[in-house]
Every structure is written in structure tokens, then in C-alpha cells.
């Protein structure tokens, strides 16, 4: 596989910068010691240009090419997960209740080393913005960053994003023009009735029938309102009410998520939530409160783009080792900001076989590294030509 030669020869460093961002992780917006990790590395690297403090503790570091030219976007994410560790590793999160699950230490490192060797040999036009986020897996830090000015700031005209999957073959990269990763929206309704003595049914009003109900009927959102031809889901994962197994609840709550493609079905399911859970209040004599909240767009890669990137994919991972046409999953991700304002793409790199992301055993491969880094690389060099 044509690792970038210089890239190969500081594989062992950019190991050594990844377990220690693996032990050291931070969430959400708080990712400050890892900031000023990744700060010191930049600084090391000769990179001068490092603006601090984007969406609390992001940062976008500036480098100059040959001549002029356009400004290209490369991100990666940097926050862990609050779940515990299960790897054993001798370099296992020092800090109980968090854990990078998902890889993001990979994709900070991959993207240190591509600015190592961007910065070193420079043998592109124009400039690189290399984007250091926060917050990916709650908040939304892509949406923080966009909303402050990022991509008008550093006049950034195309985005690029990498992510891990294990069991995708290693080194190999898959991609899709249009949508690549779902919308994601959560409700949360509140059933309130009146509680009482359960040998006493008459004399309550019981949220739980309702909540039930209105569980069952939300499913018919997917299967009588849509298309099916047309990817949705629509999933309850809570319902809660009761105490106590003589005692009828006052209230009742059923939560779920989302997931849809396009903004006229995320209308629709919004539209229609609030339809059945009033209509079935009703037919229960209950009181319902419903909380709809939109989270992250769908995350819709650009044709021209992905042509751009898939093109030096092939010449990392060879002809066989590209997939352009990958289905588009119901997972979310906030880099879907950054493509709403500017053509991109984002791609995932296989890392072999191994636990899945957001497992208490996943870890990241190292040797996935110097891949992502020459991708980074070589996308820059063949987009911006000297």
C-alpha cells in the first residue's frame, strides 16, 4: 500500500501521540489538554498560525503553500465517549467513565501527521486549514464552529473528513456521493394522568396504557406516512413510569430517535409525532407534553468532491480498495454542517477487523495511521498543484 515515504518514517511517533491521547480522554466541549496537545505538536511542526478557543476548545491551525490559491478544510474530531474502557491496553483511559470508542484519537492523530508532512515539504498552492474539533459525539462542536465563522474566517472553499470502521478491510476506503449518514432528531413525551392505589384502577387516570399505545403507533409513522422505498426509522428506546408494583404513576415518558434522509420526511415525522401522541392523550383522557428536538442534518457528501477525494484514494489504497457507491447508514455526524455551507466529502477508512465503535473494547489501529495522514496529504498536493 503507497503510504507517503515520509509519513511511514514518523509512523512510530504518531503511535506514540495516539495512546497518549487514547489515555487522556475528554468530552464534549472540554477538550482543552487535548487541545494543547495537539497545539504543541503544531507548534513543533513549525506551524505558526494556530487560532485557539473555536467552540471552547477546537482550534484551527494555518498552512501557507506556494503562491495563491484556494483554502482547503481537512477536520477531525477529538472528544472520547462517557462509557468505561474494557481493552486492558497499557494504555487504557486513565479516567474512569470515558473512553475514545469511537476513534477520534486516531483522527486527530492522522490528521497531526499529515500536517507534519504538510507543513515540512509544502508542495502545494494556496492553503491548508486544518480543523481541530470538539464535541462531535454530543452538542454538535461542527455546528459551534460554523455558527463562530470558521469556514467564512479562514475563507475555506472545499471540506474533507476521515473516519474509521473497523472491519471495513484495512486500508481500504468506502464512500457515496449524496447522503452518507442520517438526520437525527429525538422526541421525548411526557404522559401525565393521575396516580392512585393500583387495586383502585377506576379511580385514576393511568398514564401506562397510553404510553403503550402511543409507542405502537408511532411505528406507523414508518409504515403508513412514508415511502418505503425511502430509508426511516423511527425508534422508541424508553418508556418509563411506576414505582412501585401496587401503585398507579401520575406520569409516564416515552423517548426515542429519528433518523431520516431528507427535510421533507423530517417534517413529516416531526409533523406526525405530535399528531398521534395528542390524538391517543385524548382517546386516554391524559395530559401529553411533547419536546421534539432536531440534532445533526443529514450528512450529504458532494458528487464533484467525492470523485476529487475518491481519485486519491485509489492511489493510496489501489482501484480495488475505493467504493463509491456505499449505502448510506442511518448514523448521524455533525460534519454535516460543514457540508451544508461547502462542497465536500466525507469518506471512511477500513481498519481491519476488531470490536465496533462505541464498544468498551474498541480501539483504534494503529497502522490505519499512516494511511489517513497520506490521504490527507496527497489530497491536498493533487487539488492544490504547485
Not at 178 to 206: N, S, Y
Not at 324 to 336: I, L, T
Amino acid at each position: 500500500m503507497p503510504v507517503v515515504n515520509r509519513i511511514a518514517g514518523y509512523a512510530e511517533e504518531m503511535k506514540t501521540w495516539r495512546r497518549w491521547l487514547h489515555a487522556h480522554p475528554e468530552l464534549k466541549l472540554d477538550c482543552h489538554q487535548t487541545a494543547a496537545f495537539v497545539a504543541a505538536r503544531l507548534r513543533d511542526f513549525g506551524i505558526d498560525e494556530i487560532h485557539e478557543g473555536w467552540a471552547r476548545s477546537g482550534l484551527v491551525a494555518i498552512i501557507e503553500g506556494q503562491g495563491d490559491g484556494p483554502t482547503i478544510g481537512l477536520r477531525a474530531d477529538m472528544d472520547a465517549l462517557p462509557m468505561r474502557e474494557d481493552t486492558g491496553l497499557d494504555y487504557a483511559s486513565e479516567i474512569e467513565g470515558r473512553m475514545h470508542a469511537c476513534g477520534h484519537d486516531g483522527h486527530t492523530t492522522m490528521l497531526l501527521g499529515a500536517a507534519r508532512y504538510l507543513a515540512e515539504t509544502r508542495t502545494f498552492r494556496g492553503r491548508v486549514a486544518l480543523i481541530f474539533q470538539p464535541a462531535e459525539e454530543d452538542i454538535g462542536g461542527a455546528r459551534i464552529m460554523v455558527e463562530e465563522g470558521l469556514l467564512d474566517r479562514f475563507d475555506i472553499s472545499e471540506v474533507y473528513a476521515l473516519h474509521n470502521e473497523p472491519n471495513l478491510p484495512f486500508g481500504t476506503f468506502s464512500t457515496t456521493p449524496g447522503p452518507i449518514m442520517a438526520a437525527v432528531d429525538t422526541f421525548r413525551l411526557h404522559i401525565r394522568g393521575k396516580g392512585g392505589h393500583g387495586a383502585f384502577p377506576h379511580e385514576t387516570i393511568d398514564p401506562i396504557p397510553p404510553a403503550l399505545s402511543i409507542a405502537q403507533a408511532l411505528q406507523t409513522i414508518v409504515s403508513r406516512n412514508h415511502d418505503p422505498k425511502e430509508n426511516l426509522v423511527v425508534s422508541v428506546t424508553m418508556i418509563q413510569a411506576g414505582s412501585a408494583d401496587n401503585v398507579i404513576p401520575d406520569t409516564a415518558f416515552v423517548g426515542g430517535t429519528v433518523r431520516t434522509f431528507t427535510p421533507e420526511v423530517r417534517d413529516m415525522v416531526e409533523r406526525r409525532v405530535s399528531e398521534i401522541a395528542a390524538g391517543q392523550a385524548a382517546a386516554f383522557g391524559v395530559s401529553v407534553e411533547v419536546d421534539y428536538e432536531r440534532s445533526y442534518p443529514a450528512t450529504v457528501n458532494h458528487a464533484p468532491q467525492v470523485e476529487k477525494a475518491a481519485t486519491v484514494a485509489r492511489e493510496i489504497a489501489g482501484a480495488a480498495g475505493v467504493v463509491v457507491d456505499r449505502p448510506a447508514e442511518m448514523g448521524a455526524e455533525d460534519f454535516s454542517y460543514m457540508l451544508e455551507q461547502r462542497p465536500g466529502a466525507y469518506l471512511f477508512v477500513g481498519q481491519g477487523d476488531g470490536a465496533g465503535l462505541h464498544h468498551p473494547k474498541y480501539d483504534f489501529n494503529d497502522e490505519v495511521a499512516p494511511v489517513g495522514a497520506s490521504f490527507f496529504a496527497r489530497l491536498v498536493e493533487t487539488l492544490q498543484p504547485v
